[in-house]
């Protein structure tokens, strides 16, 4: 059974920077994951450990924010955002 919380929370602790909130420099990406129809899908990808990860990572600031880092991630392709269809 999948648990209570709404995505846009889900999200922001996904994405928080330690302070219990997530990381400014997110946003962008925070708004492209809410925008999805797909939140039910959307809330099982980010559930999974192949896509938090890399998604994590940045919102600490142990990954840095740059698309290369991004790209070298083992993980990254788990966590790229694909267009819906």
């Not at 129809?37 to 990860?53: F, Q, T």
Request: glycine fraction near 6%; avoid cysteine; aromatic fraction near 4%.
């Amino acid at each position: 059974m999948g648990s209570p919380w709404p995505l846009a929370e889900r999200v922001d602790a996904l994405l928080d920077d330690g302070t219990g909130r997530p990381n400014p420099q997110l946003e962008p990406l925070k708004e492209a994951i809410l925008a999805t129809p797909r939140h039910r899908s959307v809330s099982s990808w980010i559930r999974g450990p192949k896509a938090r990860l890399p998604l994590r990572e940045p919102a600490e600031g142990s990954l840095p924010l740059t698309h290369r880092a991004f790209h070298e991630h083992p993980e990254w392709r788990a966590a790229a955002l694909r267009a819906a269809a």
